[in-house]
Every structure is written in structure tokens, then in C-alpha cells.
């Protein structure tokens, strides 16, 4: 804690650090600023002050990982300060900051208009690399269900495995969905003993709309 305080101080100003502390009041749990006058800031000294915040708290010794997930839902504040503070300002070479969102048409018309147009200037500087992450087929479906359930041989999750990439098109996130509504319904049902599920894929069908649309799991 002592370090971490002493990288703040020696990177920010008073004012700035007084500033963060009026905004997230749970740094104050690490340092107490000077006591000065708070002025009104703008926006973009906030922005500036938090960069400088985040650039504090990593280094060679102490590198710095930042996951923002679902950034098709970002309000155009969060996408401010994605943009600007930490794509456009911060010059730290120990911090990687991974982001994710979804694909569909439109959650791309609200990236290409606030993010891609920012990342596309700045990628002759900085290394950005995209990743994409594509349905589930079968055999790592069942593979996931073999490490999920506990399950030491293939055939005992094939059916499954079939059933649920029949349910969700390989959706990973409607993956864990579906299973997590079998465990509430108590179609799957952990033993504790033996720390492993068990299931019934004719009772699953059964009391299963397997015509359902994979959106309306959520």
C-alpha cells in the first residue's frame, strides 16, 4: 500500500488527486489528499488526472491488466474515457487493456460510430490486435461438458452435447445459460460426494422447448 501510495503522489497533482478521491471515494482508503479548494474541472482534466492515475499503478515490476466486457453497452462517457485516456494518452508500456464485445449489426453501428474510429489513428502507435471468438462446435462443447460435469469418459456426454448445441448454435454464452437453467429446474443435479453431475437427456427433452430460439434463454 505504502508503494502504491507513493507512485500516486509522485504523479499526480494535489489538486488531482483530491479530485479522484471526490469521484471514487474508495481511493481515499489509500491516500488522503491535501486539503485544497476543489475547483470545478473539465471533463478532460478528469480524463487526463485518471490516466495518469492508471499509468501510476503499473510498471515492470507490477504490470497491469484492465478487462471491459459488453462495450457494445458502454454509455458514451465510458466510451470517452476508453478512448481517449487509455487508447490515445496512456504511454505505459506495462498495461493491457482487453476488451470485448458482441458482433451483431447493432452493436457494430454503435462501435464503428464511438470506438473503431479512435483505434483505427491510434494502431500505427500502439499494438492492437482483435480476436475472434466463433461458436462452439460439438467436439468442444463436449469436451466443456466433460470438464463441467466431471464426466472422465466422451460417451457420457455426446447426448448432451448434441442437445445443447441443438438448444444454443454453439453460443457460449447461451451455452451457460442453458446449463445453468437445467441446474435450476434440477435437470442436472450436483453430487456432492463424488463432486460430479448427473442428468437425464429424455427427461431434458421432455420438460424442454428444444424449438425454443436461443435468444429467449435470456
Request: charged share 20%.
Amino acid at each position: 500500500i505504502e508503494a502504491i501510495r507513493g507512485a500516486i503522489e509522485s504523479s499526480l497533482e494535489a489538486s488531482e488527486i483530491a479530485q479522484l478521491v471526490h469521484s471514487i471515494p474508495d481511493l481515499g482508503r489509500i491516500i488522503i489528499p491535501d486539503s485544497v479548494r476543489m475547483a470545478q474541472v473539465t471533463q478532460n482534466r478528469f480524463i487526463f488526472a485518471f490516466c495518469k492515475l492508471v499509468g501510476s499503478l503499473c510498471s515492470m515490476e507490477r504490470p497491469l491488466v484492465l478487462f471491459l466486457d459488453d462495450l457494445q453497452w458502454s454509455d458514451s462517457g465510458s466510451t470517452e474515457i476508453l478512448c481517449r485516456s487509455f487508447i490515445r494518452n496512456l504511454d505505459s508500456q506495462y498495461i493491457l487493456l482487453v476488451v470485448a464485445f458482441r458482433n451483431d449489426e447493432e452493436s457494430l453501428k454503435v462501435l464503428n460510430r464511438n470506438v473503431f474510429p479512435t483505434t483505427k489513428k491510434t494502431s500505427k502507435c500502439l499494438p492492437i490486435s482483435d480476436i475472434e471468438v466463433n461458436e462452439l462446435d460439438i467436439h468442444s462443447i463436449n469436451a466443456f461438458l466433460m470438464s463441467l460435469t466431471g464426466c472422465q469418459k466422451l460417451a457420457g456426454v455426446q447426448s448432451l452435447g448434441e442437445l445443447v448445441v441443438a438448444k444454443t448454435h454453439g453460443n457460449i454464452y447461451f451455452v451457460r445459460q442453458f446449463l445453468g437453467s437445467l441446474q435450476y429446474k434440477q435437470l442436472m443435479v450436483f453430487n456432492q460426494e463424488t463432486e460430479t453431475y448427473s442428468w437425464d437427456v429424455a427427461k431434458i427433452k421432455a420438460e424442454t422447448d428444444i424449438s425454443e430460439n436461443v435468444s429467449q434463454l435470456v
